[in-house]
């Protein structure tokens, strides 16, 4: 079993910054893939940024490419995402998920666990 807490969200003006965070619990996180996903209002939720365990490989949604990064620390039993050049379609509920998977992915169904998630609003 993971548990993970996602915070960092919050109001920030378009072309501003904010880094989530997600604090993973148990013994078992260098083994899990960890991917961030984010749902708007009315919308899906989307793939957003995955990490391979190890940190070796990346991959992003092309809407955030160049603008996102995902890293992690597995000392800390974190995985982060730094955001920046915000844009008001970036505002969404953010949510943290991890599989004891072999390589990352960016469909929610393949990732068995989930953070509560943390709302991001970017204002124009």
């Known amino acids: 079993q993971v548990q993970l807490v996602e915070s960092g969200g919050g109001l920030v003006q378009a072309g501003g910054s904010l880094r989530l965070s997600c604090a993973a619990s148990?013994?078992?996180?260098?083994?899990?893939?960890m991917g961030w996903f984010r749902q708007g209002p009315g919308k899906e939720r989307e793939f957003v940024a995955a990490?391979?365990?190890?940190?070796?490989?990346?991959v992003y949604a092309d809407l955030v490419k160049g603008r996102f990064t995902i890293s992690r620390d597995n000392a800390k039993n974190t995985v982060y995402l730094q955001m920046n050049s915000l844009k008001p379609e970036d505002t969404a509920v953010y949510y943290c998920a991890a599989d004891r998977r072999v390589g990352v992915s960016i469909t929610p169904y393949e990732y068995a666990y989930w953070g509560q998630g943390t709302q991001v609003t970017v204002s124009s």
């Open positions: 148990g013994r078992t996180f260098s083994d899990c893939v």
């Open positions: 990490i391979a365990r190890t940190g070796g490989r990346t």
